[in-house]
């Protein structure tokens, strides 16, 4: 049985194993990257603290003095007073040339702002950073579509590759267990590489599979049906109030939503507003609670367009268990559900699935080559009997 599982686990390897070291690499190196941004560009997202914050209707202004014409999707607002203000923008939209492709300069754009003297401190493009090369080859391999189709199928095949591995690594015995828990450094290299591969594999597949696992999410749509289907729970989210267009009145600014919303919540972490999408949705804002449980177990609150007044409410904990397990999956696929201990076992554990398709291919060889040099002594043996 184990020959069968064996060749399963090498065939797999052997096909999918490019790939599976592309999105262990780049899924290692986002691991700390908002620490890595901060640390690379601290001058983006920490200012001094220099008397009152100026109004966001103020820093609204320098925006658009410093980037005309730019349309504004919202901004997001930071308890740590060291922390700069980022607001989400747009460029206006350009029609498309002749040649049917529409033009480049899109992406997330971010102005990050000083809130003390509403100097724009950088315009941004996460399109055009390194980490969105590394998210790319992490989720589509440059590809679009159909390096997503190629990533979500290999993520399939690592899978299967785990489960078999555990498979073949099962010892029989108490002294085999003991061999495949140590790494044996004192041998020579072929049994080191084998220990690396074996010992290392079993030691990081679990962690592996629930990266891969938790992956499949932005891979197929299926799995994230398949999410609400087994919980028992509706995919369809709380839609926002409508909000009856008025012609003849003014929309309230960023500031008159922030008022309202900071006196409930005024401890929190971070207060993201978002700007009505057509003329009749309300403000949504975005708060993360200082004692939230991870990073996706927000609170969103919907404002009155007009009136300011709080028109709607969805705590995380109203949200049904289909939506609050399907948040949950992304700080547990970057690691970051635990903080820095989860954001070091992921670069770990993400570094050694680098490496397991070279281990894999290093022991096959090694067995081929074995194999090939015991069938021609065989041959040369049976050669000298029949001589």
């Known amino acids: 049985m184990k020959i069968f599982f064996r060749r399963i686990h090498l065939y797999l390897g052997l096909a999918a194993g490019l790939v599976i070291m592309v999105t262990c690499f780049t899924g290692a190196v986002l691991v700390f990257e908002p620490e890595l941004q901060q640390y690379f560009h ?9 008397g009152e914050r100026k109004p966001l209707a103020d820093l609204e202004s320098s925006l658009r003095t410093a980037a005309p014409n730019i349309k504004i999707n919202g901004v997001k607002v930071y308890k740590d007073p060291t922390r700069s203000v980022e607001f989400s923008f747009a460029n206006p939209e350009k029609k498309e040339g002749k040649s049917g492709k529409k ?27 390194f980490f969105y090369s ?17 990533v979500g199928v290999s993520t399939l095949v690592f899978l299967v590759i785990l489960i078999t591995g555990i498979i073949l690594w099962w010892p029989k015995t108490r002294n085999i267990l003991q061999q495949r828990l140590t790494l044996t450094w004192n041998a020579g290299w072929k049994r080191v590489n084998h220990d690396l591969h074996l010992v ?52 309230i600014g960023f500031d008159a939503v922030l008022a309202t919303i900071q006196p409930i919540d005024p401890n929190a972490v971070f207060y993201s507003v978002n700007a009505p999408k057509d003329s009749t949705t309300p403000y949504s804002v975005n708060v993360l609670r200082d004692n939230a449980v991870h990073e996706s177990a927000s609170d969103n609150y919907f404002v009155d367009r007009y009136t300011a007044a709080v028109v709607g409410t969805i705590k995380w904990e109203d949200r049904n268990l289909g939506q609050r397990v399907r948040a949950t999956f992304k700080p547990v696929h970057i690691a970051s559900i635990y903080g820095w201990p989860s954001k070091l076992i992921g670069l770990i554990v993400c570094l050694l699935g680098t490496s397991f ?6 022991m096959w060889i090694n067995r081929t080559r074995k194999k090939r040099r015991i069938e021609r002594s065989s041959a040369d043996l049976a050669d000298i009997k029949a001589a």
Do not use: C
């Open 42 to 50: 601290r001058e983006r997202y920490f200012v001094p603290v220099n």
């Open 357 to 362: 398709p070279v281990t894999g291919l290093i």
């Open 134 to 150: 590394m998210m790319s080859l992490h989720r589509w391999l440059l590809k679009g579509a159909t390096g997503k189709m190629i």
């Open 200 to 251: 290392l594999g079993f030691y990081s597949a679990l962690f592996l599979f629930v990266f891969a696992f938790t992956g499949l999410a932005w891979s197929f749509e299926w799995f994230n049906k398949g999410i609400y289907k087994v919980t028992g729970t509706s995919m369809q989210g709380t839609k926002p109030p409508v909000i009856t267009f008025k012609e003849d009145q003014d929309l």
């Open 103 to 129: 033009p480049e300069g899109g992406g997330r754009k971010t102005a990050f702002l000083d809130p003390y003297t509403g100097v724009v401190l950088e315009l941004y493009n996460y399109n055009d950073s």
